[in-house]
């Protein structure tokens, strides 16, 4: 009974000597000045609509793809906050760096007053086995009564990973967003005069 006791005692303490696991947190979006200029100039305001986001991308965890039909979810690299949000942030940061409209969240007081309205659907946001990331999905831009013009294009990205880690994929990701803008942007501009 000692000895069993014993053994016991030495394999609890054993797992307690184990190192705790270190949580590493990612955000997308940056804090940046607000363009009041464009907010003025802007000959039309656009409203952002909440993005939609494949089921397999609501998790925390970062995604990270294996192989041809397999996903990895990493345990110990997470999203500071909803993935969703971190995009739509981003994505609205992005579009209103520079152009024709001004896009708005429907957090926005005046979001009652926009005409169109855009919403943007991902289907694919991760990183790859094959050092890349990707994203993928749809937009849809139209005009607030469905009768006039509606713009629905698809959308496919692909960045090189030149480091390892995932603060680096965490980068290129967010330089994908900015190519999703950068798209709406210049598809969009007969819809937005």
């Known amino acids: 009974m000692k000895t069993l006791l014993t053994l016991l005692c030495a394999c609890l ?3 307690c000597s184990s190192a705790p696991l270190h ?8 804090a940046q000045k607000p363009n009041n200029a464009l907010e003025q100039s802007a000959s039309e305001t656009v409203l952002v609509l909440p993005i939609e986001l494949a089921e397999y991308l609501q998790s925390s965890s970062l995604v990270m793809q294996i192989e041809q039909h397999q996903l990895y979810y990493s ?3 997470m999203w500071a906050e909803q993935l969703s ?3 739509y942030k981003s994505l609205l940061a992005d579009l209103n760096s520079r152009g024709i409209a001004y896009f708005i969240s429907n957090k926005t007081p005046q979001h009652k007053l926009a005409n ?6 991902i289907n694919h946001f991760h990183s790859t086995d094959t050092s890349k990331v990707l994203a993928a999905g749809r937009y849809s831009l139209f005009k607030k009564n469905h009768k006039q013009g509606m713009i629905t ?3 496919y990205f ?3 990973l030149h480091k390892d880690g995932y603060a680096h994929s965490v980068q290129q990701l967010r330089n994908l ?3 999703i803008a950068e798209q709406i942007k210049a598809e969009s501009g007969a819809l937005l005069k």
């Not at 590493?24 to 940056?30: E, G, K, N, T, V």
């Not at 169109?116 to 659907?121: D, S």
């Open 13 to 15: 303490l054993c797992a």
């Open 23 to 30: 949580v590493h947190y990612y955000h997308l979006d940056m």
């Open 85 to 87: 949000t971190g995009i």
């Open 158 to 160: 692909e960045l090189e």
């Open 153 to 155: 294009k698809p959308f």
């Open 75 to 77: 345990s110990n690299h």
């Open 116 to 121: 169109t309205h855009l919403k943007l659907i």
């Open 177 to 179: 967003i900015t190519l």
